[in-house]
């Protein structure tokens, strides 16, 4: 089954874990073959937000809609066989550390 793991961070003042643990989680991810995708993104200042009301009209605002300290940084796609096996690599995550991973199933219909 398919899991999504968002890596919500704080700000990078605040960071624990090196780029050096990231790479390292990385390539424990791929090498175990549970690695499916995923991206970091790119800072929060280059997000753009789009809502559309009931009329249809769409509002387009710079930044992200709600005020937050932690924001999406990242995701990993994983397939592994069940939940508990999803939340034994969140727990790994480097993101753990420095604010939270979100863990979800994929929806393939």
Request: proline share 4%.
């Amino acid at each position: 089954m398919k899991y999504m793991l968002m890596i919500y961070a704080g700000s990078a003042d605040e960071a624990q874990c090196t780029f050096e643990d990231w790479v390292a989680y990385d390539k424990t991810v791929k090498d175990a073959g549970v690695f499916v995708s995923g991206h970091t993104l790119k800072d929060l200042t280059t997000a753009t937000t789009v809502q559309v009301d009931a009329a249809g009209e769409a509002t387009v605002t710079d930044g992200p809609y709600a005020e937050t300290r932690e924001v999406l940084g990242g995701y990993y796609i994983i397939d592994v066989p069940d939940l508990d096996v999803a939340l034994d690599w969140a727990r790994r995550c480097p993101g753990a550390r420095d604010g939270a991973v979100v863990v979800r199933p994929v929806a393939e219909f």
